[in-house]
């Protein structure tokens, strides 16, 4: 009978082939040409419409015979080729586990936002409330609410980024002074507060002045708040920055919106006041501005300043971080150089 030595050649054939095929495609390929829909077993047994019935039962189990040893033979083979495969991608892949791992990296606070956070804490601690102000002010308030009328010569030293003739990016932090003050009500005690912020100025770009930087703005006003407060507080304030056993020094100086006004300076803290070159060989670092409010700026914000005295600072945030920190050049703090602000985590 034909059909089956057709099966058997089929079968002798395609055995000999499925256990010479070395590669996962040809395999499945292989498959679909011998017991696939449209396969060669499929063609064999369009044949048996013809047979009897004695012979179909012969040929359908010769070919149920077949399907079995095929696919017994297709998965062993499969087995054995997928285990190849996955042998010869592990060869090609080392996995080093003595390299190390990769660390995550945490963030830490900018080296300004830690001053300007150890200051706050200061001035909390003395009951003052923190005020904050907008970056872009009237030239009224700038200038003029703190005794710097128009054309006042004291101006130049702060020429500043107009926006229009009567609005500018703020020159410093003492605006804020009138702005708290009108609305301070005094019926509920002294008024006390710190004001922090980001200023502009015309500036030389040099290694310690920037076109922009940060000050604390402070002020303290009441109706018996005397120039020893205004030095008892600096003096409190400085020892916690700067360590317990700094002295200051108050030199006079000049502030349209202070009288008297001083130059505050504090003993050296890298030579204790033998001179070193931290403090250009003096023993003292001048650190900020500050003065007894001048009676004008007083007036201005509508109190009698024959009742109402006071005092007010400026600091410079960057100054105090540098020095605080040994840093030299002003520039690090705004150019975002991973490696400078890794020197300050937390
Ligand atoms: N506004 C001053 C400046 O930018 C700093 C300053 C000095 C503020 C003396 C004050 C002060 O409140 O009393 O240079």
């Not at 009742?307 to 975002?336: C, N, P, S, V």
């Amino acid at each position: 009978m034909t059909l089956q030595s057709d099966i058997e050649n089929l079968q002798t054939k395609t055995l000999a082939d499925l256990a010479a095929t070395t590669d996962l495609q040809k395999l499945e390929a292989l498959r679909l040409e011998t017991v696939g829909k449209k396969g060669a077993l499929t063609e064999i047994l369009k044949g048996m419409r013809e047979l009897s019935d004695d012979d179909k039962k012969t040929v359908g189990a010769l070919a149920n015979a077949f399907r079995d040893a095929f696919a017994s033979q297709f998965e062993a083979k499969k087995s054995e080729l997928e285990l190849e495969s996955i042998n010869a991608q592990l060869g090609k892949e080392t996995l080093d586990v003595t390299l190390p791992g990769r660390r995550q990296k945490q963030g830490t606070r900018h080296v300004l936002t830690q001053t300007l956070e150890e200051l706050e804490a200061i001035f909390l601690g003395m009951g003052y409330e923190i005020v904050e102000g907008d970056e872009v002010e009237t030239d009224y308030y700038n200038f003029e609410r703190v005794n710097l009328p128009k054309n006042h010569p004291a101006r130049d030293m702060q020429d500043s980024f107009y926006i229009t003739e009567e609005t500018l990016l703020r020159t410093h932090t003492s605006g804020m002074q009138a702005r708290v003050m009108e609305k301070h009500d005094f019926s509920q005690g002294d008024l006390r507060m710190i004001s922090p912020g980001r200023v502009y100025r015309r500036d030389t770009d040099d290694a310690t002045h920037s076109h922009q930087f940060h000050q604390l703005e402070g002020m303290v006003i009441g109706e018996h708040v005397t120039m020893g407060d205004l030095k008892g507080t600096l003096e409190l304030v400085i020892r916690q920055m700067f360590g317990a056993d700094r002295e200051i020094r108050l030199r006079p100086s000049y502030f349209p919106f202070t009288e008297p006004s001083v130059e505050v300076d504090v003993s050296c803290f890298k030579c204790g006041g033998a001179g070193c070159n931290v403090c250009k060989h003096t023993g003292w670092i001048e650190i900020l501005g500050a003065g007894m409010t001048h009676p004008n700026v007083i007036e201005m914000s509508g109190l009698d300043p024959n009742i109402y005295q006071g005092f007010a600072f400026g600091i410079g945030q960057e100054r105090i971080a540098m020095l605080k920190y040994g840093i030299t050049d002003i520039r690090g703090f705004y150019q975002g150089d991973v490696r400078f602000l890794e020197e300050f985590g937390n």
